[in-house]
C-alpha cells in the first residue's frame, strides 16, 4: 500500500538535505566544493563506469564511440533514416583528429532502429579533414539527396558538398555517391570567415520555383544566415543578402528553417506550396549550448525571413530546450503528416570517462514540433511511437500534496520509466511575484530557488533516481509567479545531487512560460527516465528539458533507484492522475 507521509524539520549543517526537505540522519564527513567546508554524507567507495549501466535503453545511440549532430534525418519510401555525425575510430571527439564521418541507421518505427556503415566519409579534396553536418530533401521525382560541409584542410575551411543514394532501389539506402562538380558553394563572399560557414539547411521551393538553402555563417563579425538558390540542386547561386542576419553572435551553426501552422499539430512539407496563414521558424544554434528560435513570416517578395519580434538580447530568445539538447534537425515525416526533431545530447562527465565507457553521446527521443494556437511558442511532444515500449503502468488518482509531503512511486522500473502527472493548484493567491530580470538567466534562478527553497505556490513534482539514502537524486519542480499581466511557471531541472562522482557537469536547467490559471488550472509533467537520459516537457511541452545523469547507485547496482512526487510549498497541490510505466529497452540491429 502506498502512502503520502508528511516531513518536517531539518537539521542544517550536518547532513546534506534532500530537496523537499526530509533529513536523513547518516554518517557525514567534512569536504569542500571551492566555497568552504560543510558536511555531506559519506560517499560510497569508487565505482567503475566502464560497464553498461550508463548506457540508454531507448535513447537512440550506435554501439559503441562518439556521435554529435542528428544530420539528413528523413522518411524515404517507407525507412526513416538518421544520419548523424559519428567518429569510427572511438569515443573522443574527432574534430581533434579531422575524420568525422556520416553514420547511418535505420528504423522503421523511429524507436528501433538497424545499424549500418557509414555513409559519407573523408575521401575527396572537397572533404578530406571531415564530412560535417548538412540536410537531406527530397526532390520531385522522389529523389533523395544530402548536401553536407566539408573540411578542405585543418585551417578548417568549409565548403558546401552533394551526395546521392548510389542504389534507390536499395531500400536502406546504404550506399552514397559525391557529386563530380564538390564543392557546389564555396565561401567567395566578401566580409565572410571562411572557417565559419557550414550546416546546410533542408531545401525549401520559393514562388520562382527554385530550390533555396541557407548556411549558417560569419558574415563581417556578425551572425548570418545566407542565402542560396539552384535549379537542380547542384549548381548554386547565392542571393545577394542573406536569409536573415544578427548582431546577437558571431556564428549560427546547425540552421534549421521550417514552416507551420498556428493551432494544427501536424507538420508541413517545404517541398509543397505552403497554406496562407502559415509561419515560419528560423532555429539556429549558438554557443556550442544553446538552441534558439524565433517566429515570422517568409517574405516572398524580398525572399526573407521577417521575425515577429526582434530581441536584441539572445539571451531572451526563446530555446527548443532549456537543457542539455544542441545541433537540432527537423525533418517532415509524410508518413504521418508531422514534423520531427531531435538532438545531440553530449555527455557531462569526463572525456577519460568516455574512453573509458567506450561511447559518448546520444540523441534526445524524437519530438513531434508543432506551433501554439496564438502563433507565438513551439510546443514538443515525444511521438507516440514511444509508448510502444510501455509496460506496467500503474496510476494513482485524487492525491492530495500538502507543504512537506512526499508520495513515493512504487510499482515500475524506475531506472527506466514514463512518468505523466497532472498537478492542480487549489489557490493562486499565494504566488510570489515574478522578476522579469529572471529571463535573463534562469539557470541561476533554479540555482537560488532550489526544491528545498520554501514558496508559496511550489516547488511541487517530481524526485527520480534517487538512491536510499538521498544522498544521489534528481528533481524536476515547477514553481508559479504572479506577473503582471498573467502567471508564469518556472520549471527546473536540477542535477546538483544526481551523483556523487567527481568532476561531473551538474547543473540546475530551467525555463519558463505563461500559465492562464483561469482557463487551465493544472499543470502538466511528464518525464522520461532512461538511466543517464532524464528528459522532461512541461505544460504540454511549453518547456522542455534534456539532462544526462551519472548516479554511482546506478553503476553500483546499490538497492533501487526511488521515486517521489512531492509539494515544499505553503499552498496545497493535487494531484488528479499520475501514471507511470517501465519502459522496455528498445531493439537495436548491429
Known sequence: MLMTVHLQGWLAGLACMFSTGIVFQILVRPCS?????????????ACSIVGKRY??????????NWINDPCGSMYYNGVYHEFYQYNPNGSYNPNISYNIVWGHSVSMDLINWINLEPAIEPDTPSDISGCWTGSATILSGDQPIIIYTGLLDIQKHQVQNIALPKNRS????????????????????????????????????????????????????????????????????????????????????????????????????????????????????????????????????????????????????PRIDYGNFYASKSFFDSKHGRRIIWAWSSETDSSSDDVAKGWAGIHSIPRTIWLDSHGKQLLQWPVEEIESLRTNEINHQALELKKGDLFEIKGIETLQADVEIDFELTSINDADPFDPSWLFDTEKHCREAGASVHGGIGPFGLVILASDNMEEHTDVHFRVYKSQQNYMVLMCSDLRRSSLRPGLYTPAYGGFFEFDFEKERKI???????????????????????????????????????????NNGSATVIVPQLRAWSMRRAQASV
Open 33 to 45: 566544493n571551492g566555497e568552504g567546508v560543510f558536511f555531506c554524507p559519506q560517499s560510497p567507495k
Open 55 to 64: 548506457r540508454t535503453d531507448y535513447h537512440f545511440q550506435p554501439p559503441k
Open 170 to 317: 536499395d531500400p536502406y539506402l546504404r550506399e552514397w555517391t559525391k557529386a563530380h562538380n564538390n564543392p557546389v558553394i564555396q565561401p567567395v563572399v566578401p566580409g565572410l570567415n571562411s572557417s565559419q560557414f557550414r550546416d546546410p539547411t533542408t531545401g525549401w521551393i520559393g514562388p520562382d520555383g527554385l530550390w533555396r538553402i541557407a548556411v549558417g555563417a560569419e558574415l563581417n563579425g556578425y551572425s548570418a544566415a545566407l542565402l542560396y538558390k539552384s535549379e537542380d540542386f547542384l549548381n548554386w547561386t547565392r542571393v545577394e543578402h542573406p536569409l536573415y542576419s544578427s548582431n546577437s553572435s558571431n556564428m549560427w551553426e546547425c540552421l534549421d528553417f521550417f514552416a507551420v501552422l498556428p493551432g494544427s499539430g501536424g507538420g508541413l512539407d517545404l517541398s509543397s506550396a505552403i497554406p496562407n496563414g502559415a509561419k515560419h521558424v528560423l532555429k539556429v544554434s549558438m554557443n556550442c549550448t544553446d538552441d534558439m528560435y524565433m517566429i515570422g513570416v517568409y517574405d516572398l517578395k524580398r525572399d526573407a525571413f521577417v521575425p515577429d519580434t526582434v530581441l536584441d538580447d539572445s539571451r531572451l530568445w
Open 524 to 566: 502538466s509533467l511528464r518525464t522520461l527516465i532512461d538511466r543517464s537520459a532524464v528528459e522532461s516537457f512541461g505544460g504540454g511541452g511549453r518547456v522542455c528539458i534534456m539532462a544526462r545523469v551519472y548516479p554511482v547507485a546506478l553503476v553500483d547496482d546499490i538497492g533501487c533507484a526511488h521515486m517521489y512526487a512531492f
